[in-house]
């Protein structure tokens, strides 16, 4: 897995070979980006993508209103600022480092070129971005219709899932994520979050802590998704 998916049934696997990772390599150049730093920025002009090597990275989008949706939680092997391929000249979100963070950046026309020589890495492309529309379908068509407490769990769920530093279940998973980040990722407020979330505790679903939480059983969590009454939240 190379980003979080809300969608039980969309696992966004990393799509890049180690042959296209060394391609990428040879064009790019290493970048490293400490706990808090913008990889990308919302509006900045686009000139480059990135591959993350290692950290991890959201991409969040901010409205004319000022609200700011987190919508990608990248993992290692994702990539990052894909706008930079389409006709907007500018990225449309900003993506910032959770920890210290190292990509591989490589200018769009030298990425555009190494498309046009490697078909596997466009085909790599393809599948990334359709996971990513497939992600956004689910949340739009069948988040935005759920409870709170449903739509946090699902987020939950996604975020305790085995990846490549962790590849087996673990039953008690740390989520390194303040509970207005967790707001942002499901378009809900802090304080409802919170309550949520004390609500789940009581259940011994999760504890939470100060600035983050720890789901005590995924399976649990899942099961209450097929089929467990949810609360409003």
Known sequence: MCEYTLNPENSLGPVLSPSDITAIAAIGREAVFEAGDPIVEQHETAAQIHILMSGLVKTSYVNAAGGETVIRIHLKGSIIGLSTLTSLRHF?????AMRLSRTIMVPTSAFL????????LSVALIRLLVGRLSDMHFRIGELQHQTVERRLIHLLVALS??????????KRT???????????????RRPTVTATLARLADRQLVQ????????????????SLNGG????G
């Open 92 to 96: 449309d979100a900003t993506s910032r």
């Open 208 to 223: 939470t802590l100060r600035r983050s939480l720890v789901v005590i059983d995924r399976a649990a969590l899942i099961a």
């Open 229 to 232: 009454e949810s609360t409003p």
């Open 113 to 120: 070129s190494l498309l046009e020589v490697r078909p596997s």
């Open 174 to 188: 740390l989520i390194p994520f303040t509970h207005e980040e967790l707001a942002q990722m499901i378009q809900s």
């Open 161 to 170: 899932s085995p990846n490549s530093s962790t590849p087996r279940p673990l």
